[in-house]
Structures are given as C-alpha cells and as structure tokens.
C-alpha cells in the first residue's frame, strides 16, 4: 500500500491497517498543548502518528508521513530517539 492509497481510508480502516501490519516504533509525550500521547509505526514504507488525548482516552488524529522533518515539531525526542527510528528501518549501519 501507498501512502496515498493510506490516506484516502476512513478513520476506522487506518486503525485497522496499523493494528493488523504496523509496527510501533516508539511513542512520545508532547511537553505542550493538551496531555496526550503521540505513537510512531512504521507501516509498509512510510510512518504514521497516531494521537492520543489522554483527558478523554480517544484517538485525535492519524498522519503519515515518509519526511523525517515531520517529527521536528517534537525536537525534545527527536534529538533523543532519530538513532533509534534510523535504526529499526535499517538505514544505518551496526
């Protein structure tokens, strides 16, 4: 599946692909804006975020992406866990 392809399911049908095929990388706690949790997946060959208002337990929103310039919105984890993300998609080398 593409990105696009990806894009153009309904909420419900990308809560169902990230369940079935995706892989969590790691998650993040935004130090602004409202509680809630962020959770990175590596699905096919892109990412997704998937947000997480902790107050009301329901999921925000649902992005790709395949820029890493993405998460530079979040630069207190993105300087802590690039290596780890590089990594699990094997774009470094051990």
């Known amino acids: 599946?593409?990105?696009e392809q990806f894009n153009n399911l309904d909420f419900k049908d990308k809560l169902t692909e990230l369940s079935i095929l995706g892989n969590e990388?790691?998650?993040i706690f935004p130090w602004y804006g409202n509680l809630?949790?962020?959770r990175i997946y590596?699905?096919?060959e892109f990412l997704v975020e998937v947000e997480c208002?902790?107050?009301t337990k329901k999921i925000t929103s649902i992005n790709?992406?395949?820029d890493f310039k993405y998460l530079?919105?979040?630069?207190?984890?993105l300087k802590e866990k690039m290596f780890k993300i590089l990594n699990h998609l094997n774009l470094?080398?051990?």
Request: charged share 25%; proline share 4%.
């Open 36 to 38: 809630r949790i962020v």
């Open 42 to 44: 590596s699905l096919y």
């Open 64 to 66: 790709s992406f395949n």
């Open 1 to 3: 599946m593409e990105i």
């Open 25 to 27: 990388i790691d998650n």
């Open 92 to 94: 470094i080398d051990n």
């Open 53 to 55: 208002d902790l107050t």
């Open 72 to 77: 530079e919105k979040y630069p207190h984890y």
